[in-house]
C-alpha cells in the first residue's frame, strides 16, 4: 500500500478549547488509484490530505506514505519525503510569478532532483507553446495545468490536489480532471479532496468526512462516470 | 460596539504582531532626522560660541606687524593709529613684542623640544585691551608680574603635552622662565603660526607674557614690534586699514597691515562653520532621505498588506475614511516613535560631536544649548513621512472596486522590467534577481535608500582620506631623498659666515648644513594675489630639493609655484608673475618691493603658499650670504632630539625641527576628528541594517505563500534562506556601487568646491583608499546580504498549511 493511515487522529488545542479535526481515521491508498475525499467545509479533509503530505502531523495513530513512516520522522526526513514521495497541487495554483511556465515546471525537476523534461511535460498537459510566458498572462485553467505539469516534473508517485477546480469554470475543471484521471492511470495514485460531489463521481473510490471521521469509503452511488458525464 | 473603538483595538493588535517592523522603521527614521538634526545643532551652537568667545576676548579687527627683526620705540606704533583721520573708530589698542623662540618643556620622560614664540602685551589696568587672555589652569598674569620671568602656556601645546598647571621650562639661550598657568587667546583659539597650517599646536609653543618681560627676553628695552587693534562695529575696516597703511609708510621699516580676516587661526573656525556647514548639510541631508526613502518603502509595503482588508471593509459598506484610520494608527505609531528616537539620536549625536569640539578649542565660552528649531524642523518630517507612505497604499485601495482590492493577487500582476524568456536550468539560482526584477519600485527605493546612506559614510570617510593624502604629499615633499632632514629656523638675519651660524654647522650632532632663507611675501597675476612663503634653498647641489610637477629650475631667477597656486593664478610653466617681497635695505631694514619673475616649474605641495627659488637668486632680496634658517643632516645615530638639545644652547636659534613635525602635527590633529568619523560610521551601519532587516522582513510576509510552496515541495528552508540572502547581495552590491559613486562626486564637490573657496590656500586631490572602499563594500554588501538570516526564525516557524490556504 502507498498511503496507509492507522487509527489517525489530530486535534487542534488543549482541554475544553480543543477542536478535533480527525478522529479514528483508517485508510489505504494504493498506487494507482483515484480517490476523492469529499466532506463539507470544516469536515476535516483538507487536514487530512495535509496530515498524508506531512504538511501537519497527526496527534495519534500511525502514518506511513510511500514507505515512510511520517509520524516518528524528523523535521529534516519530512523535508525529504515531500521532495521525494508527495506532490501537491493547489486550489490557489501558487505558481511562482517570477519564473516563466517552462522554469516553474523545471522547479519541480529542481527540488525534487528529477530528470524530468519539461516541455515534455508541458506538451503533456497542453500547453507545449506557452513555456515563454509568465504565470500571470495564462488563464486560470492553463495555470492549473502548469501546477499539474510542477507536480509531475517532480516523477512523485503521491499527487495529492487540494480543491484543483475551485478556482475554474466547469469546461476548465472538467480537462483538469481528465489530466488528473490520467495519471492515475499512469500508475500514481491521485487524491482529489473536494466538498463537490459531482466530482466524487468520477473517482475509482470516495472517501466521505463528517465531523472529522469516515462516514463513507467505497465507489461512488451508481459506480464511476466517465469525465464527460460530470455536470456542475 | 462602534467602528472607531474596533479599529483601535485592531491597530493595538496589528501593533503587537508587527511590533519589530514598527520599531525597526521608527529607528531608521530616527537616525536620519536625529543625524540631520545632530549635524545642523552643532553649526549653530559652534557659531554661537566663537562669536561670544571673540568678543569676550576683544580679537583684534586690524594688526600691524613691523617686517622681520624691526622695532620700534614702544608708543609709535600707538601715536600714528591714534593720529589716523579714522581714529575715532579706535575702540582700543595694544603695542607688542612678538619674539621668535626655541621653548624646552622637556620632562624626565620625554624630550619635547619645539619652536615658538614669545607674546609680550601690557597687562597693567586688567589689560590687555585687545587679544586679552582665559585662564584654564593656574592664574593669569597681572601688572605686578611686569618684568618678571613669568609667562603663562598656550593651553593647546600644554594639553598636548599634558603640562602640569605651573613649573619651568626654557626658552633660546637656555633661559629659565616660570609659568603660572595655561591660557588661551583668540588668536590661539587654534594654532596657526605663521608659515604654517593650522591644527600645529604639537609643533609650536606660544608663551606669553607682560611687555616688559619679553622686551627683556628680546633685549629690546622699551620697544615693540606690534600693534592690534579693535575697532567699531560700524567702522569701515577696510578703510581704518588703508589709512593706517598711509601712515606707517613714514616708518623707515616696513609694515604689514592685517585683518582678522587674514589670521588663519580666525579664518580657519569661521570659514570651518561656513564649510562644515555646507557639509554637515550635504551629507545630513543624504542621511535624511536615505532614511526618509527606506522608511517609506517600508511603510508603504506595510499598508499594502493591509489592502485586502480594507477592500472587504468597503464590501461590507464601511466608509473608506473610517477603513484608512487603521493603517494610518501604524504609521502614526511610528511617527511618535521615531520622533522620540529621533531626540534621542540626535541629542546622543550631538553631545559626540560636542565632546569632540570643546576637546579641541579652548574657548572662554561654549554654547551647546538644545537646537529647538532645529529638532523641531525634523521632527516634522519624521511624522510626516509616515503618514504620506500609507496615504498612497490606503488611497490605490479604496479607489478601486471592493472585488478588486479584495482578490488575492494570485500571479503576482505587476510591472516585469526586463524579465528574459530564456530558460535558466537551476530556477533556485534565478529567482533571486527575478524577484529583484519583478517589483522594480520597491528595489529602487530600497537600493537608493541605501546607496544614500552609503554615500553619506564615504563623504565622511573621503574627505578624511583625501586630507591625509595631502599630508602624506606634503611630508613627501619635505623629506625628499633625506627623511631624517632637520631645519633650523634663526631669530632674524644672520651673515652666512657668523660665528652663530657656522657653530651650528660645527654642532658635534649634526653631519652636515647648508644654509637657507624664508621670506613672506605674496604673487599676484591678472588672476588674483595669494600670500606666500619662500624658500630658498640650493635647488642644484644642495640636500633637498622640491620634487616637481612641471618644468623644471634654471640658472635664470625664477618661482617654483604649487600646482593650485599656479591653477589660481591662472599661469603655467613660461608665464610671469609679480611678486612682492621684502627687500634689505639697510642693516636691519627692509622694505616690500615687487620683482616680476617667470614660473619655472611646478610642485605638487598642497599648501599653495609654499614657493621655492634657488639660493643663488638671493640677490633679488639683497640678501646674497645671508640666511634665517639652516638645513641639516644629523650624524649617523644621532636623532633630532639630540640635534634640538644641542643646539638649545645658541641664542640665535629660534626653533629646531624635523621636516615632518609639522605634517605629524597636523596628521595628529587630524585624528583627533576621527571621533566624530567614527560616530557616523556607526550610525550609517546600523541605518543599513535596519533598512535591510526591514526590507527582507517585510519580504518574507510579501512572499510567504510562495515560501510555504516550496517548503510544500520539499525545498529546505536553508535553501529559501539563500534565495532571500542572495537578493539581499545583490541589493547591497548595487547599493554599495551607488554610495562609493556618490560619495566619490561628494568627495570632489567638498574638496574642489567647497574647500576652494573656504579654505583656498589648501589644495586636496580627491583620494578615496582601499581600505575605505573594503569597509564601505563591507558594510554595503556584507551587512545588507546577512540581514534575512534575523527572519530564519520566522521563516522555519511558518504555518505552511495555513499560509497555503487560500483564504476566501
Known amino acids: ?232 | 460596539m462602534g467602528t472607531f473603538p474596533l479599529l483601535i483595538r485592531w491597530s493595538w493588535r496589528d501593533l503587537r504582531t508587527h511590533w519589530i517592523k514598527v520599531v525597526a522603521i521608527a529607528l531608521v527614521i530616527a537616525i536620519g532626522t536625529g543625524g540631520y538634526a545632530g549635524l545642523a545643532s552643532t553649526t549653530k551652537w559652534r557659531q554661537a560660541s566663537y562669536d561670544l568667545s571673540y568678543r569676550r576676548l576683544a580679537m583684534y579687527d586690524l594688526r600691524v606687524d613691523l617686517a622681520t627683526s624691526s622695532v620700534v620705540e614702544e608708543g609709535t606704533l600707538a601715536d600714528i593709529a591714534a593720529g589716523l583721520p579714522g581714529a575715532a573708530a579706535i575702540v582700543a589698542m595694544e603695542e607688542r613684542l612678538i619674539v621668535p623662540t626655541q621653548v624646552d618643556v622637556s620632562t624626565p620622560t620625554g624630550s619635547v623640544l619645539v619652536r615658538g614664540e614669545i607674546t609680550g602685551s601690557d597687562f597693567s589696568g586688567g589689560g590687555p585691551a585687545v587679544n586679552s587672555y582665559v585662564s584654564f589652569t593656574g592664574r593669569l598674569l597681572t601688572e605686578e608680574d611686569d618684568g618678571h620671568p613669568v609667562v603663562m602656556v598656550e593651553r593647546s601645546f600644554a594639553k598636548f603635552y599634558e603640562m602640569e598647571d605651573t613649573g619651568t621650562l626654557a626658552v633660546s639661550g637656555s633661559r629659565e622662565l616660570e609659568f603660572v598657568g595655561q591660557a588661551s587667546t583668540p588668536e590661539y583659539f587654534t594654532v596657526a603660526p605663521e608659515g604654517e597650517t593650522s591644527m600645529t599646536e604639537a609643533t609650536f609653543a606660544a608663551l606669553f607674557t607682560t611687555l616688559e618681560t619679553a622686551q627683556q627676553l628680546a633685549e629690546e628695552p622699551g620697544r615693540v614690534n606690534n600693534l592690534v587693534l579693535t575697532l567699531t562695529d560700524e567702522a569701515d575696516r577696510a578703510g581704518v586699514a588703508v589709512q593706517l597703511n598711509d601712515s606707517l609708510a613714514s616708518l623707515p621699516v616696513g609694515t604689514t597691515v592685517s585683518t582678522r580676516d587674514d589670521n588663519l587661526s580666525y579664518t580657519s573656525l569661521t570659514t570651518d562653520i561656513d564649510q562644515d556647514q555646507a557639509l554637515f548639510n550635504a551629507l545630513a541631508i543624504l542621511l535624511l532621505a536615505g532614511a526618509v526613502g527606506a522608511a517609506f518603502n517600508l511603510i508603504h509595503r506595510l499598508t499594502e498588506q493591509q489592502r485586502r482588508e480594507v477592500g472587504i471593509g468597503m464590501a461590507l459598506g464601511v466608509r473608506p475614511r473610517v477603513l484608512a484610520v487603521r493603517p494610518l494608527l501604524v504609521s502614526a505609531e511610528i511617527a511618535v516613535l521615531g520622533v522620540a528616537f529621533g531626540v534621542g539620536v540626535g541629542l546622543l549625536i550631538a553631545n559626540a560631536m560636542a565632546a569632540v569640539f570643546t576637546d579641541m578649542i579652548p574657548l572662554p565660552v561654549w554654547v551647546t544649548d538644545f537646537q529647538i528649531v532645529v529638532f523641531a524642523r525634523v521632527a516634522a518630517i519624521g511624522l510626516a513621512i509616515p503618514f504620506l507612505a500609507s496615504v498612497i497604499p490606503v488611497w490605490r485601495a479604496v479607489r478601486v472596486t471592493p472585488i478588486q482590492a479584495i482578490k488575492p493577487d494570485l500571479t503576482g500582476r505587476g510591472t516585469i522590467v526586463g524579465l528574459h524568456r530564456r530558460t535558466v536550468r537551476n530556477t533556485f539560482a534565478v529567482m533571486p534577481l527575478r524577484n529583484l526584477r519583478r517589483t522594480p519600485r520597491r528595489t529602487l527605493l530600497t537600493v537608493l535608500s541605501l546607496g544614500a546612506a552609503l554615500t553619506v559614510l564615504v563623504g565622511f570617510l573621503g574627505i578624511m582620506d583625501s586630507a591625509y593624502g595631502a599630508i602624506d604629499t606634503a611630508e613627501q615633499q619635505a623629506t625628499g631623498a633625506f627623511p631624517e632632514r632637520i631645519v633650523v629656523k634663526l631669530d632674524t638675519f644672520h651673515l652666512t659666515e657668523s660665528p652663530g651660524v657656522v657653530a651650528i654647522g660645527r654642532a658635534e650632532s649634526v653631519a652636515s648644513a647648508e644654509p637657507t632663507l624664508r621670506l613672506a611675501g605674496s604673487i599676484h597675476s591678472a588672476a588674483g594675489e595669494i600670500d606666500v612663503f619662500v624658500e630658498l634653498a640650493d635647488l642644484t647641489n644642495g640636500m633637498w630639493r622640491p620634487t616637481l610637477t612641471a618644468g623644471t629650475w634654471s640658472d635664470e631667477p625664477g618661482v617654483l609655484l604649487a600646482e593650485k597656486a599656479a591653477a589660481d593664478l591662472g599661469v603655467t610653466v613660461g608665464d610671469t608673475v609679480t611678486l612682492r617681497h621684502p627687500r634689505r635695505g639697510g642693516l636691519d631694514s627692509y622694505t616690500f618691493v615687487e620683482s616680476e619673475l617667470p614660473v619655472l616649474a611646478t610642485h605638487p605641495h598642497p599648501v599653495r603658499g609654499v614657493v621655492y627659488m634657488d639660493l643663488g637668486h638671493a640677490d633679488i632680496f639683497n640678501l646674497r650670504g645671508v640666511t634665517n634658517a639652516v638645513n641639516l643632516l644629523p650624524q649617523a645615530g644621532a636623532t633630532t632630539s639630540d640635534v634640538q638639545r644641542e643646539l638649545f644652547a645658541l641664542e640665535q636659534v629660534a626653533s629646531v625641527q624635523s621636516v615632518t613635525a609639522v605634517t605629524e602635527a597636523v596628521r595628529g590633529a587630524f585624528d583627533q576628528i576621527l571621533g566624530i568619523v567614527q560616530v557616523m560610521v556607526v550610525a550609517v551601519l546600523l541605518l543599513a541594517l535596519l533598512i535591510a532587516f526591514n526590507a527582507a522582513a517585510i519580504n518574507l510576509d510579501a512572499r510567504a505563500r510562495e515560501h510555504a510552496t516550496m517548503f510544500a515541495f520539499g525545498v529546505k528552508v536553508r535553501t529559501a534562506l539563500r534565495i532571500a540572502v542572495t537578493e539581499s547581495l545583490l541589493i547591497g552590491i548595487m547599493a554599495t556601487i551607488l554610495g562609493v559613486a556618490g560619495g566619490l562626486v561628494m568627495v570632489w564637490w567638498m574638496t574642489q568646491d567647497l574647500l576652494a573657496e573656504t579654505l583656498p590656500d589648501f589644495g586636496l586631490n580627491v583620494v578615496l583608499r582601499a581600505e575605505t572602499v573594503a569597509l564601505v563594500a563591507v558594510m554595503g554588501v556584507l551587512a545588507v546580504a546577512v540581514a534575512p538570516l534575523f527572519t530564519a526564525r520566522r521563516m522555519r516557524r511558518m504555518d505552511v498549511p495555513g499560509t497555503l490556504r487560500l483564504v476566501e
Request: proline share 4%; with cysteine.
Open chain 1, 1 to 232: 500500500m502507498l498511503i496507509e493511515l492507522k487509527d489517525v487522529a489530530k486535534r487542534y488545542g488543549e482541554g475544553p478549547l480543543a477542536v478535533t479535526a480527525l478522529a479514528d481515521i483508517d485508510l489505504l491508498i494504493d498506487q494507482g488509484e483515484f480517490v476523492v475525499v469529499l466532506g463539507p467545509s470544516g469536515s476535516g479533509k483538507t487536514t487530512l490530505l495535509n496530515v498524508v503530505g506531512a504538511l501537519d502531523t497527526a496527534s495519534e495513530g500511525l502514518v506511513k506514505v510511500g514507505g515512510v513512516e511520517i509520524t516518528t520522522a524528523t523535521r529534516r526526513d519530512l523535508f525529504g519525503f515531500r521532495a521525494g514521495t508527495v506532490s501537491f497541487i493547489f486550489q490557489a495554483f501558487n505558481l511562482f510569478p517570477g519564473l516563466t511556465v517552462r522554469e516553474n515546471v523545471q522547479f519541480g525537476v529542481d527540488a525534487a532532483g528529477s530528470a524530468a523534461d519539461p516541455d515534455a511535460l508541458l506538451s503533456s498537459v497542453g500547453l507545449g507553446d506557452k513555456g515563454d510566458r509568465f504565470p500571470h498572462e495564462l488563464s486560470g485553467g492553463e495555470q492549473q495545468r502548469v501546477a499539474i505539469a510542477r507536480a509531475l516534473a517532480t516523477g512523485n508517485p503521491i499527487l495529492l490536489c487540494d480543491e484543483p477546480t475551485g478556482e475554474l469554470d466547469f469546461r476548465t475543471g472538467v480537462q483538469i480532471l481528465e489530466l488528473l484521471k490520467e495519471q492515475a492511470g499512469n500508475g500514481r495514485a491521485v487524491l482529489v479532496v473536494t466538498h463537490n460531489r459531482e466530482i466524487s463521481r468520477m473517482a475509482d473510490r470516495v472517501v466521505e468526512l463528517s465531523s472529522g471521521r469516515i462516514i463513507g469509503d467505497g465507489p461512488p452511488v451508481g459506480g464511476t462516470s466517465p469525465v464527460s458525464e460530470l455536470h456542475w
